[in-house]
């Protein structure tokens, strides 16, 4: 006999515990994320569209004036010239050879002003379109997208990964109300830590093991079904499921001429890796990209930072395209803030949430198109200025989702995206 | 930045350089942050170049500017041929530009694009028939003087090129990068002869993941014993402007380095060094401790003297009387020190 909830979801009463970390002591009780958008035919044909999301994490703050707002021969403007690109009219900045060359693929929004110069506010406006506040807590645009993007009760992997240097399959906490199962998980290039089967083990032996603790579960669950027994049952399905497509993670089964086209840093790996993660269905996955925090030597570090982002980004927008799964994949390339157009005396650029750009594409979001301006020398948005919120409410909107629908968690209707904010409804097909 | 002439500045007068003396006799402002400086042969003008991508020709004494207009982007170098009389510029453009050093409105004789990616320095052979560039295509290229011609390009360094320098015998060309590698080359055949050790003007910080530091200059004694390469260390955060100067002192004929020569007090970059005529060497010195000279003996790892200029330096040049010192500033100054007694 199944248990009713009230509520219709366990999302309320999961474990905030550590999912693929866990592994290791085989004792996962974390995840559970079982709840539903309100509007379940809407999430149903999104599961069949198979949207994605790549979000390309410049840390530290690129500057806008070394990327996608040049302004050369201004006082501003820096050493770097400004290069035609593939779209008529748009130039970028000469560290970008090769994606200007696929500019007519993506976009540009030059307008934003976020009001903010602080590294972790910013990362919070740009990654949850709010504003940080005490006491509230919001989830991470990846998972919003692995929740309402992914299939229901049927994803085999987790829907919200983050690629990093040292990526061991921890599970962060950055998923709020939605419940752990969305929160990102983070990996390197290699199957997460304990999840091959253990060397003593053979294949009927750990059969058995798990047959027979499913017998039990379910002798279990017939009369005392809780939302936490679902939870731990579900934990340990999506861990076998896992450690079944382990090899999803390793980057190493890429050719190795896709490995060499990537480019030999650790950002082109991780750029091949999310390849690899987007191709095997993962609805939301980051990469980033370290460091743009230039106060000193700004120029010398983004010839040497973009030059690396620029091989490998275009690249994975290259191979996109040709799979075609830039029309069902948005990517944005953002950071926490840009950089000041004045030159201090370190050669930098220092925090500046004024005016700057992000770079973004696939999905619904028109190709080629540049929105938004700033005025000569960079000081100041001069046309259709824009904020985190509506940047926020933009990427779900490309991905089909209503940003303006709600999630519904424990029974309350909770909004996907800040109610105050909307779609750019210019920037969408 | 290259200033090969520097160990050949003698004095003429009599009078001899005591950096205890330095002060600042002249200071002119342009419009736009300073760059780079360079002190013509005869000693009349010091040009400059400005983050407006122009360059600047300030006569000496009077100060009276006159601009140069021809780059698309930063100048990072400026030299001369010996006689004076043509100025060669160098730039974030790709472009190497000869100029007339004197014209009333100079505009450009010859343009060449010399390198795919910034030009970070230019020096002049001896004979003045050769000139050399570095730059961020990892490439050293030999150029004839006459015609801007290309003559040979030398190919061995791993990383952006900072820094050229040609041997008074005008036989070997030095050239150094972002990595602290000093390369040797012969100039007759292109051949590398040696590399020198100076990497620890160079770091690699794992939490930020940048490559920094690099030779930023340099220069050889007048006796021709001692060769001295500038730039930064203890880089504890490269994208904050936390490190300090240092320069490395080579003996030339073994090319091992024999000291580390360091300040205390200081935070900055060693933008670049030369040989005063007595064989001590004095080092501009830039960054978030403001702007220093920095005076060095050869037998010592400590400067015996610093100077505090008003605003950070960012380049540095020694005039052809071996007494005064050029500076450029953010501050839109270059500035003249005067390595003598104050005039009463």
């Given at each position: 006999?199944?248990?009713?909830?009230a509520?219709?979801?366990s999302?309320?009463?999961?474990?905030?515990?550590?999912?693929l970390?866990?592994?290791?002591?085989?004792?996962?009780?974390?995840?559970?994320?079982l709840?539903?958008?309100?509007?379940?035919?809407?999430a149903?044909?999104?599961?069949?569209?198979?949207?994605?999301?790549?979000?390309?994490?410049?840390?530290?703050?690129?500057?806008?004036?070394?990327?996608?707002?040049?302004?050369?021969k201004?006082?501003?403007g820096?050493?770097f010239?400004?290069?035609?690109?593939?779209?008529?009219?748009?130039?970028i900045?000469?560290?970008?050879?090769?994606?200007?060359?696929?500019?007519?693929?993506?976009a540009?929004?030059?307008?934003i002003?976020?009001?903010?110069?602080?590294?972790?506010?910013?990362?919070y406006?740009?990654?949850?379109?709010?504003?940080q506040m005490?006491?509230a807590s919001?989830?991470?645009l990846g998972?919003?997208?692995?929740?309402?993007l992914?299939?229901?009760n049927?994803?085999?992997?987790?829907?919200?990964?983050?690629v990093t240097n040292?990526?061991?399959?921890?599970?962060s906490?950055?998923?709020?109300?939605l419940?752990?199962?969305y929160?990102?998980?983070?990996?390197?290039?290699?199957?997460?830590?304990?999840?091959a089967?253990?060397?003593?083990?053979?294949?009927?032996?750990?059969?058995?093991?798990?047959?027979?603790?499913?017998?039990?579960?379910?002798?279990?669950?017939?009369?005392?079904?809780?939302?936490e027994?679902d939870?731990?049952?579900?934990s340990?399905?999506?861990?076998?499921?896992?450690?079944?497509?382990?090899?999803?993670?390793?980057?190493?089964?890429?050719?190795?001429q896709?490995?060499q086209r990537?480019?030999?840093?650790d950002?082109g790996?991780?750029c091949?890796?999310?390849?690899?993660?987007?191709e095997?269905?993962?609805?939301?996955?980051?990469?980033?990209?370290?460091?743009?925090?230039?106060?000193?030597?700004?120029?010398n570090?983004?010839l040497?930072?973009?030059?690396?982002?620029?091989?490998?980004?275009a690249?994975?927008?290259?191979?996109?395209?040709?799979?075609?799964?830039?029309?069902?994949?948005?990517?944005?390339?953002?950071s926490?803030?840009?950089?000041?157009?004045k030159?201090?005396?370190?050669?930098?650029?220092?925090?500046?949430g004024?005016a700057?750009?992000?770079?973004?594409?696939g999905a619904?979001?028109?190709?080629?198109?540049?929105?938004?301006?700033?005025?000569?020398?960079?000081?100041?948005?001069?046309?259709?200025?824009?904020d985190h919120?509506?940047l926020?409410?933009?990427y779900?909107?490309?991905?089909?989702?209503?940003?303006?629908?709600?999630?519904?968690?424990?029974?309350?209707?909770?909004?996907?995206?800040?109610?105050?904010?909307?779609?750019?409804q210019?920037?969408?097909? | 930045?290259?200033?090969?002439?520097?160990?050949?500045?003698?004095?003429?007068?009599?009078?001899?350089?005591?950096?205890?003396?330095?002060?600042?006799?002249h200071?002119?402002?342009?419009?736009?942050?300073?760059?780079?400086?360079?002190?013509?042969?005869q000693?009349?003008?010091v040009?400059?170049?400005?983050?407006?991508?122009?360059?600047?020709?300030?006569?000496?004494?009077?100060?009276?500017?006159?601009?140069?207009?021809?780059?698309?982007?930063?100048v990072?170098?400026?030299?001369?041929?010996?006689?004076?009389?043509?100025?060669?510029?160098v730039?974030?453009?790709?472009?190497?530009?000869?100029?007339?050093?004197?014209a009333?409105?100079?505009?450009?004789m010859?343009t060449?694009?010399?390198?795919?990616?910034?030009?970070?320095?230019?020096?002049?052979?001896?004979?003045?028939?050769?000139?050399?560039?570095?730059?961020?295509?990892?490439?050293?290229?030999?150029?004839?003087?006459?015609?801007?011609?290309?003559?040979?390009?030398?190919?061995?360094?791993?990383?952006?090129?900072?820094?050229?320098?040609?041997?008074?015998?005008?036989?070997?060309?030095?050239s150094?990068?972002?990595?602290?590698?000093?390369?040797?080359w012969?100039?007759?055949?292109?051949?590398l002869?040696?590399?020198?050790?100076?990497?620890?003007?160079h770091?690699?910080?794992?939490?930020?993941?940048?490559?920094?530091?690099?030779?930023?200059g340099?220069?050889?004694?007048?006796?021709?014993?001692h060769?001295?390469?500038?730039?930064?260390?203890?880089?504890?955060?490269?994208?904050g402007a936390?490190?300090?100067?240092?320069?490395?002192?080579f003996?030339?004929?073994?090319?091992k380095?024999?000291?580390s020569?360091?300040?205390?007090g200081?935070?900055?970059?060693?933008?670049?060094?030369?040989?005063?005529?007595d064989?001590?060497?004095?080092?501009?010195?830039?960054?978030?401790?403001?702007?220093?000279?920095?005076?060095?003996?050869t037998?010592?790892?400590?400067?015996?003297h610093?100077f505090?200029?008003?605003?950070?330096?960012?380049?540095?040049?020694?005039?052809?009387?071996?007494?005064?010192?050029?500076?450029?500033?953010?501050?839109?100054?270059v500035?003249?020190?005067?390595?003598?007694?104050?005039?009463s």
């Amino acid at each position: 006999m199944k248990c009713k909830y009230a509520c219709g979801s366990s999302d309320h009463v999961i474990a905030r515990r550590q999912f693929l970390g866990q592994l290791a002591g085989g004792a996962g009780v974390a995840v559970g994320g079982l709840g539903v958008m309100t509007r379940p035919a809407v999430a149903e044909k999104l599961a069949r569209e198979q949207k994605r999301v790549l979000v390309v994490y410049m840390s530290g703050g690129l500057s806008q004036l070394e990327s996608w707002d040049p302004k050369p021969k201004t006082d501003t403007g820096g050493p770097f010239r400004a290069i035609p690109t593939s779209v008529p009219g748009v130039h970028i900045s000469e560290l970008l050879p090769d994606t200007a060359q696929l500019m007519d693929r993506l976009a540009i929004i030059r307008s934003i002003d976020t009001h903010n110069r602080d590294h972790g506010k910013g990362r919070y406006q740009m990654t949850h379109g709010r504003n940080q506040m005490p006491g509230a807590s919001y989830p991470h645009l990846g998972a919003v997208c692995a929740k309402a993007l992914e299939p229901q009760n049927t994803s085999e992997l987790p829907g919200h990964i983050r690629v990093t240097n040292g990526g061991g399959g921890g599970r962060s906490n950055n998923a709020a109300y939605l419940g752990p199962k969305y929160a990102a998980i983070s990996v390197g290039g290699k199957p997460p830590k304990n999840s091959a089967r253990h060397g003593s083990l053979t294949v009927e032996v750990d059969e058995l093991r798990n047959s027979f603790r499913r017998r039990v579960n379910d002798h279990f669950s017939s009369r005392r079904r809780t939302a936490e027994t679902d939870a731990y049952t579900y934990s340990y399905e999506q861990a076998l499921k896992l450690m079944q497509k382990r090899d999803v993670f390793d980057v190493s089964k890429e050719p190795a001429q896709d490995q060499q086209r990537y480019g030999k840093y650790d950002f082109g790996r991780h750029c091949l890796l999310a390849r690899r993660l987007l191709e095997n269905g993962i609805s939301f996955v980051q990469v980033s990209h370290s460091n743009y925090d230039t106060h000193n030597e700004n120029f010398n570090f983004h010839l040497e930072q973009v030059g690396e982002f620029d091989r490998a980004f275009a690249a994975l927008i290259t191979d996109l395209d040709d799979r075609g799964m830039l029309d069902s994949t948005l990517v944005v390339v953002m950071s926490e803030f840009g950089r000041t157009p004045k030159i201090n005396k370190y050669y930098g650029r220092d925090h500046w949430g004024t005016a700057w750009s992000v770079c973004l594409g696939g999905a619904k979001i028109q190709p080629g198109a540049a929105y938004g301006k700033t005025n000569k020398n960079g000081t100041a948005v001069i046309d259709r200025e824009v904020d985190h919120g509506k940047l926020f409410h933009t990427y779900l909107a490309a991905v089909g989702l209503d940003p303006t629908d709600t999630f519904d968690i424990g029974g309350r209707p909770i909004p996907l995206a800040d109610p105050s904010a909307a779609s750019i409804q210019e920037l969408l097909t | 930045m290259s200033r090969d002439k520097q160990e050949q500045k003698q004095p003429a007068s009599g009078i001899t350089a005591d950096p205890q003396q330095t002060h600042v006799v002249h200071q002119w402002k342009h419009g736009s942050p300073l760059i780079a400086c360079c002190f013509d042969p005869q000693g009349r003008y010091v040009f400059t170049s400005a983050e407006d991508a122009t360059v600047q020709r300030w006569e000496i004494p009077s100060g009276k500017k006159v601009d140069f207009v021809g780059h698309d982007s930063w100048v990072r170098d400026i030299a001369f041929l010996p006689d004076g009389e043509t100025a060669i510029t160098v730039g974030s453009d790709d472009k190497m530009i000869f100029w007339p050093t004197a014209a009333e409105k100079p505009a450009p004789m010859k343009t060449v694009e010399a390198h795919k990616g910034w030009i970070r320095s230019i020096s002049v052979s001896p004979d003045g028939t050769l000139l050399a560039t570095g730059g961020n295509d990892t490439l050293v290229k030999l150029w004839n003087a006459a015609d801007g011609k290309l003559v040979r390009e030398l190919s061995g360094h791993g990383s952006n090129v900072y820094s050229t320098f040609f041997h008074p015998s005008g036989k070997f060309l030095l050239s150094g990068d972002l990595a602290g590698e000093v390369q040797q080359w012969d100039v007759a055949t292109g051949k590398l002869l040696r590399t020198l050790d100076a990497k620890a003007l160079h770091s690699y910080n794992g939490g930020q993941q940048v490559h920094y530091g690099g030779v930023r200059g340099i220069s050889l004694s007048p006796d021709g014993k001692h060769l001295a390469c500038c730039g930064l260390h203890k880089a504890t955060n490269p994208l904050g402007a936390v490190n300090e100067p240092l320069v490395l002192l080579f003996d030339w004929e073994s090319g091992k380095k024999i000291h580390s020569q360091v300040t205390s007090g200081v935070k900055g970059i060693g933008w670049h060094v030369a040989f005063l005529a007595d064989g001590s060497l004095v080092c501009a010195s830039g960054g978030s401790g403001g702007g220093y000279l920095l005076f060095f003996k050869t037998d010592s790892d400590k400067d015996f003297h610093k100077f505090k200029l008003p605003d950070t330096a960012r380049d540095l040049d020694l005039h052809p009387d071996g007494l005064q010192l050029a500076t450029v500033h953010y501050d839109r100054h270059v500035r003249i020190s005067r390595m003598t007694p104050k005039e009463s």
